[in-house]
């Protein structure tokens, strides 16, 4: 497993680890990491910044679901996280792609 690997699977798993979907605020059932911005953006998939705590039914899977229903969740993002959308965005921008090594640093950085 490379290191953009284990750093991309680790903040998913400290994310989880609040236990508390960050849409709904259920604390039962399995929680999963969700990347707010897409992995497509390489550059900010191994951050734990990029990453949110929701339950499978906020997830994906139901109409209104973060994947499912990704003009209506922005609107409740932005209103819950004021201003965090552009900033992962120009994040993005600014950095063209980790090498292994700047991933492994972020693995390091995480555990």
Known sequence: MSYKEKSIALAKKLARSKGKCDKCGTTTGKMQGSHIMSVRFAATAALLANIMCLCDRCHTGYPDSWH?????????????????????VKLSQGICRYRESDCKDIYYHLN
């Open 68 to 88: 499912e229903s990704p003009d209506a969740n922005w609107k409740w993002f932005e209103a819950k996280w004021p201003g965090k959308r552009e900033s992962l």
